[in-house]
Nanobody, 124 residues
Framework: QVQLVESGGGLVQAGGSLRLSCAAS????????MGWFRQAPGKEREFVAA????????VYGDSVKGRFTISRDNAKNTVTLQMNSLKPEDTALYYC?????????????????WGQGTQVTVSS
């Protein structure tokens, strides 16, 4: 079992930056992938970014590419999402997720564990 806890959400103005963190505990494996998804009210859950734990390979959703950066810290067993140049459309509940058998990385249904989410609100 893996437990994920997100932190770092908040309210920022458009153009600002925010860093989200996801702390993983329990039984984790180097073959895992860690991902960030977001969901705004009434909308589908959207892929944001993911990283393969062992290799550091990353992939980003088109809407955040060039603005967001995902990274990992092996010592702290955490994954972070650095969000720059934030836009109002980035407003959503952001979820951290773990996939024990990563393949495509971008599909929410493939992930096995989820955090409770942290709210990000970007004002214009």
């Amino acid at each position: 079992q893996v437990q994920l806890v997100e932190s770092g959400g908040g309210l920022v103005q458009a153009g600002g930056s925010l860093r989200l963190s996801c702390a993983a505990s329990g039984r984790t494996f180097s073959s895992y992938a860690m991902g960030w998804f977001r969901q705004a009210p009434g909308k589908e859950r959207e892929f944001v970014a993911a990283i393969k734990w062992s290799s550091g390979y990353t992939v980003y959703g088109d809407s955040v590419k060039g603005r967001f950066t995902i990274s990992r810290d092996n010592a702290k067993n955490t994954v972070t999402l650095q969000m720059n140049s934030l836009k109002p459309e980035d407003t959503a509940l952001y979820y951290c997720a773990a996939d024990r058998s990563p393949r495509g990385l971008v599909w929410a249904h493939e992930y096995d564990y989820w955090g409770q989410g942290t709210q990000v609100t970007v004002s214009s």
